[in-house]
């Protein structure tokens, strides 16, 4: 039997410490920000650093004191939208980003907040900067999602 994606409990951890208090703190350290650090960015050339590995520093410099990972991969097989990023959290969907630039750290750590203190798994939407409107790639449902129907 096929699950409803919009009634259905779509995140382990979406009530997390900060439950449906909104004055308490999310817990951020569930979030955790990845990009690719061999994306070419929109002009494809080879310079070095690579637009990604750019990114990754400006996210690491935003990230600073917030308590949100940020990690670095070879590829996230984006090329076509490159610079890309994705966001996890913890027993949640996953999102993917394109189409950022070089300077989009501060916008992947405002997500990365947002989703943190979502109570229902989702980032919101009309709260994300807009790079992060635009450049969704893909929303990927956790493994756990599908148990049930193996």
């Known amino acids: 039997m096929e699950r409803d994606l ?10 997390g410490p900060a439950g449906d208090d909104p004055a308490a703190t999310p817990d951020v350290s569930s979030v955790t920000i990845i990009v690719c650090n061999s994306c070419r960015g929109e002009n494809g050339t080879d310079d070095y650093p690579r637009p990604g590995s750019r990114l990754v520093e400006d996210t690491r410099r935003a990230a600073e004191g917030s308590g949100v990972a940020v990690r670095q991969v070879g590829c996230l097989g984006n090329c076509k939208r490159g610079i890309s990023a994705a966001m996890l959290r913890d027993g949640c969907w996953s999102y993917v980003f394109g ?8 916008d992947l750590v405002a997500g990365a907040l947002l989703f943190a203190g979502s109570t229902d798994g989702f980032m919101p939407f009309r709260a994300r900067p807009e790079s992060l409107k635009r450049g969704l790639v893909a929303r990927i449902p956790t493994i756990d999602f599908f148990k049930e129907d193996r």
């Open 99 to 106: 189409g950022l630039g070089e300077d989009a750290g501060s």
């Open 6 to 15: 919009k009634t259905d409990e779509f995140c382990a951890s979406a009530a």
